[in-house]
T-cell receptor, first 113, second 114 residues
Protein backbone atom coordinates (compact mmCIF):
# COMPACT_ATOMS: atom_id res chain seq x y z
CA UNK A 1 0.00 0.00 0.00
CA UNK A 2 0.95 3.66 -0.14
CA UNK A 3 3.44 4.87 2.41
CA UNK A 4 3.72 8.20 4.21
CA UNK A 5 3.95 11.08 1.77
CA UNK A 6 5.31 14.56 2.37
CA UNK A 7 5.33 17.74 0.37
CA UNK A 8 7.21 19.63 -0.80
CA UNK A 9 10.32 17.48 -1.04
CA UNK A 10 12.49 20.58 -1.01
CA UNK A 11 11.78 24.12 0.14
CA UNK A 12 14.08 27.11 -0.07
CA UNK A 13 12.84 30.21 1.69
CA UNK A 14 14.15 33.56 2.79
CA UNK A 15 14.73 34.33 6.43
CA UNK A 16 11.59 35.78 7.98
CA UNK A 17 9.12 34.06 5.65
CA UNK A 18 6.52 31.53 6.80
CA UNK A 19 6.50 27.97 5.48
CA UNK A 20 4.01 25.10 5.57
CA UNK A 21 5.05 21.47 5.36
CA UNK A 22 2.49 18.76 4.66
CA UNK A 23 2.29 15.13 5.72
CA UNK A 24 -0.15 12.47 4.53
CA UNK A 25 0.10 9.37 6.77
CA UNK A 26 -0.50 5.74 5.90
CA UNK A 27 -4.24 5.12 5.60
CA UNK A 28 -5.69 3.86 8.89
CA UNK A 29 -2.80 5.02 11.04
CA UNK A 30 -4.13 6.95 14.02
CA UNK A 31 -0.82 8.28 15.32
CA UNK A 32 1.30 10.84 13.47
CA UNK A 33 4.67 12.28 14.43
CA UNK A 34 6.93 15.07 13.27
CA UNK A 35 10.70 14.85 13.68
CA UNK A 36 13.57 17.04 12.56
CA UNK A 37 17.00 15.87 11.45
CA UNK A 38 19.94 18.21 11.25
CA UNK A 39 23.66 17.57 11.10
CA UNK A 40 24.45 18.77 14.55
CA UNK A 41 21.40 17.47 16.38
CA UNK A 42 20.60 14.09 14.92
CA UNK A 43 16.96 13.08 14.75
CA UNK A 44 14.75 14.92 17.25
CA UNK A 45 11.07 14.62 18.10
CA UNK A 46 8.86 17.65 17.54
CA UNK A 47 5.20 16.75 18.09
CA UNK A 48 2.83 13.78 18.26
CA UNK A 49 -0.82 13.54 17.19
CA UNK A 50 -3.37 10.95 18.26
CA UNK A 51 -6.31 11.56 15.97
CA UNK A 52 -6.60 15.33 15.71
CA UNK A 53 -5.25 15.99 19.21
CA UNK A 54 -1.63 16.74 20.06
CA UNK A 55 -0.95 15.25 23.52
CA UNK A 56 2.79 15.90 23.26
CA UNK A 57 4.17 19.12 21.79
CA UNK A 58 7.25 19.04 23.97
CA UNK A 59 9.72 18.99 21.08
CA UNK A 60 8.58 22.15 19.32
CA UNK A 61 11.64 24.42 19.59
CA UNK A 62 9.80 27.75 19.85
CA UNK A 63 6.38 29.36 19.51
CA UNK A 64 7.19 29.99 15.85
CA UNK A 65 6.44 26.33 15.27
CA UNK A 66 2.90 24.99 15.18
CA UNK A 67 1.15 21.98 13.75
CA UNK A 68 -2.34 20.75 13.18
CA UNK A 69 -4.02 17.63 11.96
CA UNK A 70 -7.45 17.50 10.41
CA UNK A 71 -9.84 14.63 9.79
CA UNK A 72 -7.46 12.32 11.62
CA UNK A 73 -5.34 12.26 8.49
CA UNK A 74 -3.28 15.04 6.89
CA UNK A 75 -1.05 17.16 9.08
CA UNK A 76 0.58 20.52 8.45
CA UNK A 77 3.66 21.82 10.24
CA UNK A 78 3.95 25.61 10.05
CA UNK A 79 7.08 27.58 10.79
CA UNK A 80 6.60 31.32 11.10
CA UNK A 81 9.33 33.92 10.61
CA UNK A 82 11.86 31.28 9.59
CA UNK A 83 15.43 31.52 10.85
CA UNK A 84 18.60 29.99 9.43
CA UNK A 85 18.75 27.53 12.34
CA UNK A 86 15.43 26.10 11.11
CA UNK A 87 17.24 24.61 8.12
CA UNK A 88 16.92 20.83 8.42
CA UNK A 89 15.10 17.82 7.04
CA UNK A 90 11.60 17.60 8.50
CA UNK A 91 10.36 14.03 8.73
CA UNK A 92 6.85 12.79 9.32
CA UNK A 93 6.05 9.30 10.58
CA UNK A 94 2.87 7.41 11.31
CA UNK A 95 1.87 4.29 13.21
CA UNK A 96 -1.33 2.27 13.60
CA UNK A 97 -1.30 2.76 17.36
CA UNK A 98 1.04 4.77 19.57
CA UNK A 99 2.91 1.64 20.68
CA UNK A 100 3.45 0.33 17.17
CA UNK A 101 6.28 0.70 14.69
CA UNK A 102 6.62 4.12 13.10
CA UNK A 103 7.06 4.46 9.35
CA UNK A 104 8.73 7.54 7.96
CA UNK A 105 7.95 9.60 4.91
CA UNK A 106 10.65 10.84 2.52
CA UNK A 107 11.03 14.15 4.35
CA UNK A 108 11.06 17.81 3.40
CA UNK A 109 14.45 19.47 3.13
CA UNK A 110 14.06 23.06 4.31
CA UNK A 111 16.76 25.60 3.54
CA UNK A 112 16.48 29.10 5.00
CA UNK A 113 18.69 31.63 3.22
CA UNK B 1 24.66 10.97 29.62
CA UNK B 2 22.69 10.71 26.39
CA UNK B 3 19.40 8.84 26.58
CA UNK B 4 20.36 6.54 23.70
CA UNK B 5 24.00 5.96 22.86
CA UNK B 6 25.60 4.35 19.84
CA UNK B 7 29.16 4.18 18.62
CA UNK B 8 29.27 6.50 15.61
CA UNK B 9 31.76 4.27 13.77
CA UNK B 10 32.44 3.81 11.00
CA UNK B 11 32.20 0.07 11.49
CA UNK B 12 33.92 -1.63 8.59
CA UNK B 13 33.35 -5.32 7.83
CA UNK B 14 34.20 -7.48 4.80
CA UNK B 15 31.42 -8.78 2.58
CA UNK B 16 29.91 -11.97 4.00
CA UNK B 17 30.91 -11.22 7.58
CA UNK B 18 28.65 -10.57 10.58
CA UNK B 19 28.16 -6.92 11.50
CA UNK B 20 27.34 -6.21 15.15
CA UNK B 21 25.77 -2.88 16.05
CA UNK B 22 25.23 -1.89 19.66
CA UNK B 23 23.05 0.56 21.54
CA UNK B 24 22.58 1.42 25.22
CA UNK B 25 19.77 3.43 26.77
CA UNK B 26 19.41 5.20 30.08
CA UNK B 27 15.67 5.09 30.89
CA UNK B 28 14.62 1.84 32.54
CA UNK B 29 11.00 2.71 31.62
CA UNK B 30 11.79 2.09 27.96
CA UNK B 31 9.92 -0.89 26.59
CA UNK B 32 9.91 -0.63 22.80
CA UNK B 33 13.08 -0.72 20.73
CA UNK B 34 13.60 -0.20 17.03
CA UNK B 35 16.38 -0.33 14.48
CA UNK B 36 16.21 1.89 11.43
CA UNK B 37 18.50 1.93 8.41
CA UNK B 38 19.20 5.25 6.73
CA UNK B 39 20.96 5.61 3.41
CA UNK B 40 22.64 8.93 2.69
CA UNK B 41 20.05 11.51 1.62
CA UNK B 42 17.13 9.21 2.40
CA UNK B 43 14.70 8.90 5.30
CA UNK B 44 14.94 6.18 8.00
CA UNK B 45 13.60 2.76 7.05
CA UNK B 46 12.37 0.41 9.76
CA UNK B 47 14.32 -2.85 9.93
CA UNK B 48 13.42 -4.45 13.24
CA UNK B 49 11.33 -3.91 16.33
CA UNK B 50 11.81 -5.74 19.62
CA UNK B 51 9.78 -5.55 22.80
CA UNK B 52 10.87 -8.52 24.95
CA UNK B 53 14.17 -9.74 26.30
CA UNK B 54 15.97 -12.17 24.05
CA UNK B 55 16.54 -12.49 20.33
CA UNK B 56 14.28 -11.74 17.38
CA UNK B 57 15.30 -12.90 13.93
CA UNK B 58 14.12 -11.67 10.54
CA UNK B 59 16.07 -12.96 7.57
CA UNK B 60 19.68 -11.86 7.89
CA UNK B 61 18.87 -9.56 10.79
CA UNK B 62 18.74 -10.44 14.48
CA UNK B 63 17.82 -7.96 17.19
CA UNK B 64 18.87 -8.72 20.76
CA UNK B 65 17.46 -7.05 23.87
CA UNK B 66 18.70 -7.17 27.44
CA UNK B 67 16.60 -4.89 29.63
CA UNK B 68 18.60 -5.63 32.78
CA UNK B 69 21.74 -4.31 31.10
CA UNK B 70 19.78 -1.65 29.15
CA UNK B 71 21.35 -2.88 25.96
CA UNK B 72 19.99 -3.61 22.49
CA UNK B 73 21.95 -4.85 19.50
CA UNK B 74 21.51 -5.63 15.84
CA UNK B 75 23.38 -8.43 14.07
CA UNK B 76 23.55 -8.51 10.30
CA UNK B 77 24.66 -11.87 8.92
CA UNK B 78 26.25 -12.34 5.49
CA UNK B 79 26.77 -8.58 5.18
CA UNK B 80 26.43 -7.15 1.68
CA UNK B 81 27.75 -3.88 0.22
CA UNK B 82 24.10 -2.79 -0.04
CA UNK B 83 23.94 -2.91 3.78
CA UNK B 84 26.34 0.04 3.92
CA UNK B 85 24.31 2.77 5.63
CA UNK B 86 23.77 4.48 8.95
CA UNK B 87 21.87 2.38 11.49
CA UNK B 88 19.76 4.25 14.02
CA UNK B 89 18.68 2.81 17.35
CA UNK B 90 15.38 4.22 18.68
CA UNK B 91 13.70 3.77 22.04
CA UNK B 92 10.14 4.42 23.18
CA UNK B 93 8.56 4.39 26.62
CA UNK B 94 5.32 2.51 27.14
CA UNK B 95 2.59 2.74 29.70
CA UNK B 96 0.72 5.80 30.85
CA UNK B 97 3.57 8.14 29.93
CA UNK B 98 3.79 6.88 26.40
CA UNK B 99 3.35 9.45 23.69
CA UNK B 100 5.01 7.47 20.95
CA UNK B 101 8.01 9.77 21.15
CA UNK B 102 11.05 7.96 19.81
CA UNK B 103 14.44 8.86 21.21
CA UNK B 104 17.15 8.20 18.64
CA UNK B 105 20.81 7.49 19.00
CA UNK B 106 23.26 9.35 16.79
CA UNK B 107 23.60 6.32 14.53
CA UNK B 108 26.39 3.94 13.57
CA UNK B 109 27.81 4.10 10.07
CA UNK B 110 28.39 0.63 8.61
CA UNK B 111 30.70 0.06 5.66
CA UNK B 112 30.68 -3.36 4.00
CA UNK B 113 33.69 -3.79 1.76
CA UNK B 114 33.51 -6.13 -1.27
Amino acid sequence: GAGVSQSPSNKVTEKGKDVELRCDPISGHTALYWYRQSLGQGLEFLIYFQGNSAPDKSGLPSDRFSAERTGGSVSTLTIQRTQQEDSAVYLCASSFRVIDEQYFGPGTRLTVT
Amino acid sequence: QKEVEQNSGPLSVPEGAIASLNCTYSDRGSQSFFWYRQYSGKSPELIMSIYSNGDKEDGRFTAQLNKASQYVSLLIRDSQPSDSATYLCAVNRSGSSNTGKLIFGQGTTLQVKP
